[in-house]
């Protein structure tokens, strides 16, 4: 059985930082592709950036690239969104998910992040 535990979040004024984890229990971690999402109350849920397996490929929102990095630690069990200049606009509930094809598969909880202006 597969679990995902986001962390990290919290409250930061704009132009703050904040290091999201993606921590996971269950077998070959490494085999899955993980992505993170947010959800801003009253709106839908994005995709923020996703890593390959191997940590060679990563993808990014235009409206977080050069501000997020996504990373794993495969020894670990562990994902990692490193979230800098933070905005208002980021605010809401992100959550990491993992995959082996094109779908998601198994989800975190989430964890909330506010940016204050």
């Known amino acids: 059985q597969v679990q995902l535990v986001e962390s990290g979040g919290g409250l930061v004024q704009t132009g703050g930082s904040l290091k999201l984890s993606c921590a996971f229990s269950?077998?070959?971690?490494?085999?899955?592709?993980i992505g993170w999402f947010r959800q801003a109350p009253g709106k839908e849920r994005e995709s923020v950036a996703a890593i390959s397996w191997n940590g060679d490929s990563t993808s990014y929102a235009l409206s977080v690239k050069d501000r997020f990095t996504v990373s794993r630690d495969n020894t670990k069990n562990t994902g990692y969104l490193q979230m800098n200049s933070l905005k208002p606009e980021d605010t809401g509930v992100y959550y990491c998910?993992?995959?082996?094809?094109?779908?998601?598969?198994?989800w975190g909880q989430g964890t909330q992040v506010t940016v204050s202006s």
């Open positions: 269950g077998r070959a971690f490494s085999s899955y592709a």
């Open positions: 998910a993992v995959r082996h094809s094109s779908s998601y598969d198994y």
